[in-house]
């Protein structure tokens, strides 16, 4: 007897777009896990197995090289599938930037994401309801590393990684900014890894980080630059040059306007500068753009500050009384501003 087959119908245009737009709402619903995907694997050393074994593993390669009891080992092709449909270079980039994911993947960051809604609808005037960051833990995050030991260290780890990474492309690509200059302090300078790249880079230059105490008494110096204690809105030690890397997209822009004028005081010799690196928003790459609208977003979780268009730089740097600047993006999403009294 011939079975009776029924048509099946095939979607119209209509509909594929309906389709279509339901597959990228769950994508958008569900992009949170890419994250938590990414910090488990970290913290589960794959990226660091995969690159012991030349850039390429096979499952068995990595249930072999990962401490992971029996019964979780079924679930490990399941994670890397999602990894691999991701992004499958995702292991390259994170052997040298996994402290940073662990960074801003923390508890701390996370719960003050999913407390956005609450602050976009507090009509209080209060500083718990400043930003979603204060609301959800009382304080702000440089008070929380002060108070926590442990994120203090993984915070700032994770700074120093992505400094490295940055600071690599900024003396290969971008290394004239420094031509002409003695001495600088990096201001904000966390453990000191754009200083140090910038002194063996530079032996000549005389290489100075200004921070907090809670970070700059955990650091051993070993020599290569001076570290200093204190307050960028109080005082900025004297150099030629003064150096901010991602510093003032932490501010809003009244507090910008202080910081760069402590470090215009700072510069005592003629033709001495500040130097910038921080995004630029508008960039013409999509991807490069959701990077910095992104980075926007966290700005907003987490501090009074944001990322910036290049006419609102420019009324900051005015407002401190500088006369003249010159911008150039580096990295995609990023971009390296010298700024002249």
Not at 125 to 131: C, K, R, T, V, Y
Not at 313 to 331: Q, V
Request: some cysteine; glycine content about 6%; aromatic content about 8%.
């Amino acid at each position: 007897m011939a079975e009776n087959h029924q048509a099946v119908k095939m979607p119209t245009s209509s509909n594929k777009e309906l389709l279509q737009a339901h597959a990228e709402l769950w994508n958008l619903t569900f992009s949170y896990l890419k994250s938590m995907a990414l910090e488990c694997a970290i913290k589960l050393g794959i990226p660091t197995a995969i690159h012991r074994c030349g850039g390429t593993a096979s499952l068995t390669d990595l249930l072999a090289a990962l401490s992971i009891p029996e019964s979780k080992k079924s679930y490990l092709p399941r994670l890397m599938r999602f990894l691999a449909a991701s992004d499958d270079t995702y292991a390259h980039q994170c052997t040298s930037l996994s402290p940073f994911v662990l960074a801003q993947t923390n508890k701390y960051h996370v719960t003050a994401a999913m407390h956005f809604s609450d602050w976009f609808t507090s009509d209080e005037g209060s500083a718990s309801a400043e930003m979603p960051y204060k609301m959800a833990h009382g304080t702000d995050h440089w008070e929380i590393m002060a108070r926590d030991p442990k994120l203090n260290q993984v915070f700032n780890a994770g700074m120093a990684a992505d400094t490295q990474f940055a600071m690599n492309f900024i003396i290969n690509n971008c290394g004239e900014v420094f031509e002409g200059i003695t001495s600088i302090v990096d201001v904000a300078g966390g453990t000191g890894t754009a200083a140090r790249e910038i002194a063996k880079a530079f032996p000549h230059i005389k290489c100075s980080v200004l921070d907090l105490p809670n970070v700059i008494n955990s650091i051993s110096s070993d020599g290569l630059v001076n570290y200093i204690v204190g307050d960028m809105m109080s005082s900025i030690p004297t150099a030629d040059a003064v150096f901010l890397k991602y510093v003032l997209h932490d501010w809003n822009d009244e507090d910008c306007v202080k910081i760069l004028t402590q470090c215009k005081k700072a510069i005592t010799k003629p033709g001495g500068k500040v130097i910038i690196v921080d995004m630029v928003v508008g960039s013409p790459s999509t991807s490069m753009f959701e990077g910095q609208v992104l980075f926007d977003m966290l700005m907003m979780v987490m501090t009074p500050g944001k990322e910036r268009e290049e006419h609102e730089w420019g009324k900051i740097f005015m407002d401190a009384g500088f006369n003249h600047y010159k911008t150039r993006p580096i990295m995609g999403c990023m971009a390296i501003t010298e700024l002249y009294p």
